[in-house]
Nanobody, 127 residues
Framework: VQLQASGGGSVQPGGSLRLSCVAS????????LGWFRQAPGKEREGVAS????????MYADSVKGRFTISRDNAKNTIYLHMNSLKPEDTAAYYC?????????????????????WGQGTLVTVSS
């Protein structure tokens, strides 16, 4: 399994970006997929997740109302639509996938729940 993230770049505050993550390989039957980010000197944090069974999404409080996670099953791709970007959104963004069953609550925003990771794509928000 390989996850390939793309779409990062530099944008001014208030701007938008769309990140993509394409899964390839065998057995892509994941139970959930997610986006995480890591800023310099900080721990990796969960941003958004989406469950494959019902499409239910979950978001970190810091991005609610601004970010949207979506998926295109035909293309084995998930997206992270980021609007109203702020300087504090600056980070390397990673996509991740898991086959583990959902444990409830905000488990899907925890990095330990995921077994497959893509490389990071850098998002810089600055004026």
């Amino acid at each position: 399994v390989q996850l390939q993230a793309s779409g990062g770049g530099s944008v001014q505050p208030g701007g938008s970006l769309r990140l993509s993550c394409v899964a390839s390989g065998f057995n892509l039957d994941f139970s959930s997929l997610g986006w995480f980010r890591q800023a310099p000197g900080k721990e990796r944090e969960g941003v958004a997740s989406i469950r494959s069974s019902n499409g239910v999404a979950m978001y970190a409080d810091s991005v609610k109302g601004r970010f949207t996670i979506s998926r295109d099953n035909a293309k084995n791709t998930i997206y992270l639509h980021m609007n109203s970007l702020k300087p504090e959104d600056t980070a390397a963004y990673y996509c991740a996938a898991t086959r583990r069953p959902y444990r409830g609550g905000y488990a899907l925003l925890l990095a330990d729940e995921y077994d497959y990771w893509g490389q990071g794509t850098l998002v810089t928000v600055s004026s």
